[in-house]
């Protein structure tokens, strides 16, 4: 079969050993960020299959009807909205999803918090243009650590901000909030109070119609002008503009992201970028080797069965 992998951004996928699963296989990789659906089409053209990393490529309704030889698409990690599932349904195209890990996003999210905190980006360039300590950062011990989304990631989270001696304030649905005070944290009294009291907030919601837009200016303006909000989920939990407005306003005081409304970002002027407050990394949650052997290893084992079969 011919199996087609696009958004291999790294190069790294063939050194994978769960690339091991597709030998026997005609396999293209490509490298590059390609929106275009003219240069999609013909990469796609006499594809068997498609492999996709997360969400870095669409598939729409135009682009499978250019695509009649398509008969599976496998993605790495869960299915999200960037594929038209009943468009798939109507050509008889099977779509296959498989796992995520909780570890590789909470180490990032924690990783951002200790550089955001303590300043280590400006310390660092500093230091390599010939100067000693410029800058003052803050500890994490005493603070508050809000958390909204209290699952595998804000566990995880919860327990890190434990071992740093921050207290855990959560919120959430109910359910959430209530595995919160069962594990010994704190649940917020309402959503307000939640945004007004967290030192460091951050957000672990999936992507729905549901939670879209969800963080408004309002929330982020009751915020403490020293504290900082994080974002390794998705940017659109956050309404278009707000974050940027409000970090201009001073609440909060400074943002750290991994994701993007748009990605990839190639324009080093992009305002995120450029933002004094804003501390930016290029979507890396994932992007770890044992979590691409979890997500490649089912997504390629996902095609070999269903050709198997």
Not at 42 to 53: E, S
Not at 125 to 138: D, E, R
Not at 227 to 256: F, H, M, Q, Y
Request: charged share 20%; proline share 5%.
């Amino acid at each position: 079969m011919h199996i087609v992998i696009p958004d291999d951004y790294q190069n790294v996928i063939r050194s994978l050993d769960c690339f091991a699963l597709l030998e026997g296989h005609q396999v293209s990789v490509y490298h590059d960020a390609v929106a275009d659906p003219d240069v999609l089409a013909q990469r796609f053209a006499d594809a068997d299959a498609i492999v996709l990393t997360r969400e870095r490529t669409a598939i729409d309704a135009a682009l499978l009807a250019r695509l009649p030889k398509l008969k599976v698409i496998s993605q790495t990690g869960k299915v999200s909205g960037h594929i038209d599932l009943a468009a798939c349904s109507q050509r008889g195209i099977t779509v296959l999803e498989g796992r995520g890990s909780p570890i590789a996003p909470a180490e990032l999210t924690w990783a951002l918090i200790l550089n955001a905190r303590r300043q280590l980006v400006p310390a660092i360039q500093g230091l390599y243009a010939g100067k000693w300590q410029v800058n003052l950062g803050s500890r994490l011990a005493g603070q508050t650590l809000g958390i909204w989304g209290y699952g595998k990631i804000g566990q995880r989270l919860a327990r890190y901000a434990q071992a740093f001696e921050m207290n855990v304030l959560v919120w959430g649905s109910e359910g959430s909030r209530q595995a919160a005070i069962a594990d010994g944290h704190n649940a917020a009294p309402s959503r307000r109070a939640f945004f007004a009291e967290a030192d460091v907030l951050s957000l672990h919601l999936r992507l729905a119609e549901s939670t879209r837009h969800l963080v408004t200016a309002q929330d982020l303006a009751a915020m403490k002008p020293s504290a900082l909000l994080v974002n390794t989920s998705r940017a659109e939990l956050i309404a278009p503009g707000a974050l940027l407005e409000a970090l201009d306003k001073g609440r909060p005081g400074a943002a750290a992201l991994d994701v993007f409304e748009h990605e990839p970002i190639l324009d080093p002027d992009h305002p995120l970028l450029r933002h004094p407050s804003v501390l930016c990394t290029p979507h890396l949650g994932y992007v770890e080797k044992e979590s691409y052997e979890l997500y490649f290893g089912d997504a390629f084992a996902n095609v070999v069965n269903y050709f198997n079969h």
